[in-house]
């Protein structure tokens, strides 16, 4: 048995599944419950923000989250910075524990004409928990799935975080239309929008128990045992691990700009400005999921095989190239073309989706990894997928233009593929690197002790 082998292939198959149901389960509560609340926003719109015109009440909705998602970079630097010094089990139980009770307190929360003024500023404050807590569930989640998956099954393992994220949208998207099919609109405006929000709480308490009985990876309890953890994980990555940040934030862009069109805003798109039932487009979006349930693996698979680089430039380019037409497409109307083009921006989203986490989880020694991949993913999606939503109705109202969305993904793609450019191929590459010895192995050899000698031989061969 080969002695350079990864740490994660030392873990047995019982504990790795158990480790990526745990990691993915809080990933799905996550999208679980932002899927619902964009299902529900032209709803939502009216309890919250009644005395609106529809564009107006459709702002304000998308102005609350958006607001949720300026305040990711702060939860992302908390949750980053515990995960690298306490360890990424600690943070992936306190992540699941705040989504839960803050979807708890939305779906019970009153309506406007109960509380006046007070029931939009109560939204806003579980959104803004929300987005607390999701600042830190990537990262932690990221982490704790690349570091605990077998070097050359990785880019499978690390997919099953975004099988996670599509399968919270695929379950809120089945509960969504069957709200839908089983409540008239006067029932869904009454107390039916609170059913869906009142599901994620269970969903919730059962990945917080899952999280409690799961170990720590293998190799920041490696470093932990060494006494090389980082002691300012958020300095030591801006000053050590700039560049590999500055790439993370590129390729998060990349996925979390296309993965906000294509499943939060492009069912509200379809419902109105294409005039869809929103039965048909719940069910749309939830077909649309499922086939990224089955192509996102075979990404993460393919990276495995043929490279990270090979399966996001392809990914990248196709953006590129086909934004435009899907959504001329789209605007046909016509049932088939509606389809059509909602399965190949889904189709083209897998690719993203199984491809990028494994990627940007390589770039980062273990010591900042948490830290790195927080705050990247946040910050993007503050600054850009959170306010997609809000950008491209007003940009659509604006200037009447129905295909802004895919002029939209066209850059996107181009952002895309100037970050896959500068990008290095990590497939296979170690996740304990030379910077995880924080600085801790002594100039002598006689003056090391047995474990720094064994962890310095063991990068050696790996590299």
Same mark, same amino acid.
């Given at each position: ?92 139980? =306190? ?41 830190? *569930? ?23 975080? *975004? ?51 799961? *170990? ?27 560049? *590999? ?101 889904? =189709? ?88 995880? =010895? ?26």
């Amino acid at each position: 048995m080969s002695q350079t082998r990864e740490l994660s292939e030392l873990v047995d198959k019982k504990s790795l599944r158990k480790s990526v149901i745990a990691g993915s389960i809080g990933v799905l509560v996550h999208w679980f419950d932002w899927a619902v609340y964009a299902y529900l926003a032209s709803t939502i719109a009216v309890i919250f923000f009644p005395g609106s015109d529809k564009t107006a009440g459709l702002l304000a909705t998308f102005g609350v989250f958006a607001v949720s998602f300026l305040v990711r970079p702060l939860g992302a630097v908390i949750f980053g910075r515990l995960g690298d010094r306490l360890g990424r089990k600690r943070t992936l139980s =306190l992540v699941i524990l705040f989504m839960a009770l803050a979807t708890l307190v939305l779906g019970a929360l009153p309506t406007y004409s109960q509380i006046g003024v007070w029931a939009p500023i109560l939204l806003m404050a579980t959104r803004v928990v929300q987005g607390l807590a999701a600042g830190g *569930e990537f990262g932690s989640a990221a982490a704790f799935l690349g570091e605990f998956s077998p070097k050359k099954h990785r880019g499978f393992g690390c997919s099953w975080l *975004e099988v996670g994220s599509l399968s919270g949208f695929l379950l809120a998207s089945i509960v969504v239309f069957a709200l839908n099919q089983t409540l008239s609109s006067e029932e869904v405006l009454s107390w039916g929008w609170r059913i869906p929000f009142l599901i994620t709480v269970p969903l919730g308490l059962i990945g917080l128990y899952l999280r409690t009985k799961i *170990e720590d990876t293998p190799e920041f309890e490696k470093i932990q045992n060494l006494e090389s953890l980082s002691q300012a994980p958020i300095k030591e990555m801006f000053t050590r691990n700039r560049k *590999e940040f500055i790439q993370t934030c590129g390729m998060e862009i990349f996925m979390n700009v296309t993965f906000y069109v294509v499943l939060v805003y492009l069912l509200t798109y379809q419902e109105v400005y294409l005039d869809f039932d929103p039965s048909r487009a719940a069910l749309l979006s939830a077909l649309a999921s499922a086939l990224g349930l089955i192509a996102v693996p075979i990404s993460g698979i393919a990276s495995d095989r043929f490279g990270r680089k090979p399966v996001l430039m392809t990914a990248a380019i196709s953006l590129t190239a086909l934004s435009v037409p899907l959504f001329a497409l789209m605007n046909l109307g016509a049932p088939w073309a509606v389809f059509a083009s909602t399965f190949g921006l889904a =189709l083209l989203l897998s690719i993203i989706l199984g491809t990028h986490a494994v990627t940007i989880v390589e770039l980062f020694p273990t010591r900042t990894r948490q830290t790195g991949l927080s705050i990247a993913y946040a910050v993007t999606a503050a600054l850009f997928a959170g306010t997609a939503p809000y950008a491209l109705t007003w940009v659509i109202d604006t200037t009447g233009s129905e295909l802004t969305p895919g002029y939209f993904l066209l850059a996107i793609g181009v952002v895309g593929i100037v970050t896959v450019l500068s990008l290095p191929e990590t497939r296979g590459v170690p996740l304990l690197k030379p910077a995880d =010895l924080g600085g801790r192995i002594a100039p002598s050899l006689t003056e090391r002790t047995p474990e720094q000698n064994g962890l310095l031989s063991d990068l050696e061969a790996r590299n």
